[in-house]
T-cell receptor
Framework: ETGVTQSPTHLIKTRGQQVTLRCSSQ?????VSWYQQALGQGPQFIFQ???????GRGNFPPRFSGLQFPNYSSELNVNALELDDSALYLC?????????????FGPGTRLLVL | ELKVEQNPLFLSMQEGKNYTIYCNYS?????LYWYRQDPGKSLESLFV?????AVKQEGRLMASLDTKARLSTLHITAAVHDLSATYFC??????????FGKGTRLSVIA
């Protein structure tokens, strides 16, 4: 167990709806990264938050947005859901986000879009 | 653009045998990570390799990094069923996000 928690564990939505996923980082970590893992693929970077500011973004459209709160927990919001958004969403926390350090992954939220 | 390739993507091996998983990456980096993922579960950190020639071992797994060849290997010694999982390598270049390979799905059979 890494100390990173995510909620909910599973979610079913329909196309066009909006969803919010939540992540609590490991104690002492101020950086949260979000990844999307499609079935049979490696995780793909969505964005990273460091001290409440977005600190890098992958190749995802603007309907993927996020927040980080003063306690370093984070939210991932996805608007106008599409079928291809069905995936496991992982958040990872790290101490500084500067690279060269381990990212600790949460258990993930499995999203199914119908 | 940094690309990470793993091979093989699927590996079925007998208990007690040895095998190696390879991870190649396209851009100079000296930071490489290995993760394990069980079905339906999250990623568990196995090794962090931060310099050329780094070698780390944990139980039946040993990982090494050759930054000149842009290659990391994950060697499995005397495989046991409990090692069945998907193994990912990932690379970053400093203040950049992790880029993952597609994973190697390992199945250890009796």
């Amino acid at each position: 167990e890494t100390g990173v928690t995510q909620s909910p564990t599973h979610l079913i939505k329909t196309r066009g709806q909006q969803v919010t996923l939540r992540c609590s980082s490991q104690s002492g970590h101020n950086t949260v990264s979000w990844y999307q893992q499609a079935l049979g693929q490696g995780p793909q970077f969505i964005f990273q938050y460091y001290r409440e500011e977005e600190n890098g973004r992958g190749n995802f459209p603007p309907r993927f947005s996020g927040l980080q709160f003063p306690n370093y927990s984070s939210e991932l919001n996805v608007n106008a859901l599409e079928l291809d958004d069905s995936a496991l969403y992982l958040c990872a926390s790290s101490l500084t986000g500067l690279g060269g350090e381990t990212q600790y992954f949460g258990p993930g939220t499995r999203l199914l879009v119908l | 653009e940094l690309k990470v390739e793993q091979n093989p993507l699927f590996l079925s091996m007998q208990e007690g045998k040895n095998y190696t998983i390879y991870c190649n990456y396209s851009t100079t980096s000296d930071r490489l990570y290995w993760y394990r993922q069980d079905p339906g579960k999250s990623l568990e950190s196995l090794f962090v390799l931060l310099s050329n020639g780094a070698v780390k071992q944990e139980g039946r797994l040993m990982a090494s990094l050759d930054t000149k060849a842009r290659l990391s290997t994950l060697h499995i010694t005397a495989a046991v069923h409990d090692l069945s999982a998907t193994y990912f390598c990932a690379v970053d270049m400093g203040n950049t996000p992790l880029v993952f390979g597609k994973g190697t799905r390992l199945s250890v059979i009796a």
